[in-house]
């Protein structure tokens, strides 16, 4: 059982920077890979970037590589998300999710176990 709560969204403008975190509750939290998924209105949930559990490798969508970066700080039990130049694109509510794994992360949805609540990222033009 793993808990997730996102922060840190707002309204940003276009090329502004947003940092989003993503605490965790549990016993097996270094153990889980976690990623950041987002929804805007009339889309599908989309896959942004995520990162294994030892913080060794981590992995982007096309459409957010050079501007976000994930991290994770086990110690603390949360998971980062920076983002830089923001586009009015970028506009969607953003979950964190986990997923117990050996190694590595995965990029599909349906694969994560464990969802935060959701935090709104607004990028007015």
């Known amino acids: 059982q793993l808990q997730l709560v996102e922060s840190g969204g707002g309204l940003v403008q276009a090329g502004g920077s947003l940092r989003l975190s993503c605490a965790a509750s549990g016993l097996t939290f270094s153990l889980n890979a976690v990623g950041w998924f987002r929804q805007a209105p009339g889309k599908e949930r989309e896959f942004v970037a995520a990162?294994?559990?030892?913080?060794?490798?981590?992995g982007y969508a096309d459409s957010v590589k050079g501007r976000f970066t994930i991290s994770r700080d086990n110690a603390k039990n949360t998971v980062g998300l920076q983002m830089n130049s923001l586009k009015p694109e970028d506009t969607a509510v953003y979950h964190c999710a986990a997923v117990l794994v050996v190694s590595g992360y995965y990029k599909a949805p349906t694969l994560y176990e464990y969802w935060g609540q959701g935090t709104q990222v607004t990028v007015s033009s």
């Open positions: 990162i294994s559990g030892s913080g060794d490798s981590s």
